[in-house]
T-cell receptor
Framework: EAQVTQNPRYLITVTGKKLTVTCSQN?????MSWYRQDPGLGLRQIYY???????DKGDVPEGYKVSRKEKRNFPLILESPSPNQTSLYFC???????????????FGPGTRLTVL | KQEVTQIPAALSVPEGENLVLNCSFT??????LQWFRQDPGKGLTSLLL?????REQTSGRLNASLDKSSGRSTLYIAASQPGDSATYLC????????????FGKGTTLSVSS
């Protein structure tokens, strides 16, 4: 089954404790990205990757890191989480990001993160 | 600033009604527009993607239209069912906004039986 998976689905942590949220897709997609969803603010892009070893900042990158060492995986790293990073996080992927039908974005199930 | 607005924020209808959800965007220079469905506690499911060169897309009981000149898109749901209850999100890929999808805040639909 074609899908985007995220782990963990739920996480409660404390300020400053480094964490990684994994994202994996099995569709051989080139483009992957991370979004956060907050009440009243909607979804906003954190980082994206056009392909292996190619990553760039989205609209709200502060406090986050990413890496793309393999095509299928795109982990999100919070080196020193703070309470304002409490949010619902989504990973997404698409075949391409070139303005074609390959742009259809497929989203993972989400990771609900609480930072105390 | 490139934004996406969805009106209404919430909508309640009885089963069987046809309904229209609205999405407006601020810049006609777009690559595409995508409609998603989000169920509580779940991820986003892509419903329809309309390229900038297209006027509409259809999938089953869903029909999405695009009018770039007026900055509007509509999602038409025919013969609504309780299973259609969800939040519907409109997202635009602006030509000048990199690769990010710019999302509206959604319309929460409730269909009663």
């Amino acid at each position: 089954e074609a899908q985007v998976t995220q782990n963990p689905r739920y996480l409660i942590t404390v300020t400053g404790k480094k964490l990684t949220v994994t994202c994996s897709q099995n569709m051989n997609h080139e483009y992957m990205s991370w979004y956060r969803q907050d009440p009243g603010l909607g979804l906003r892009q954190i980082y994206y990757s056009m392909n292996v070893e190619v990553t760039d900042k989205g609209d709200v990158p502060e406090g986050y890191k990413v890496s793309r060492k393999e095509k299928r995986n795109f982990p999100l790293i919070l080196e020193s989480p703070s309470p304002n990073q409490t949010s619902l996080y989504f990973c997404a992927s698409s075949l391409a990001a070139g303005g074609s039908l390959g742009d259809t974005q497929y989203f993972g199930p989400g990771t609900r993160l609480t930072v105390l | 600033k490139q934004e996406v607005t969805q009106i209404p924020a919430a909508l309640s209808v009885p089963e069987g009604e046809n309904l229209v959800l609205n999405c407006s965007f601020t810049d006609s220079a777009i690559y595409n527009l995508q409609w998603f469905r989000q169920d509580p506690g779940k991820g986003l499911t892509s419903l329809l993607l309309i390229q900038s060169s297209q006027r509409e897309q259809t999938s089953g009981r869903l029909n999405a239209s695009l009018d770039k000149s007026s900055g509007r898109s509509t999602l038409y749901i025919a013969a609504s069912q309780p299973g259609d209850s969800a939040t519907y999100l409109c997202a635009v890929r602006y030509a000048q906004a990199g690769t990010a999808l710019i999302f509206g805040k959604g319309t929460t639909l409730s269909v009663s039986s």
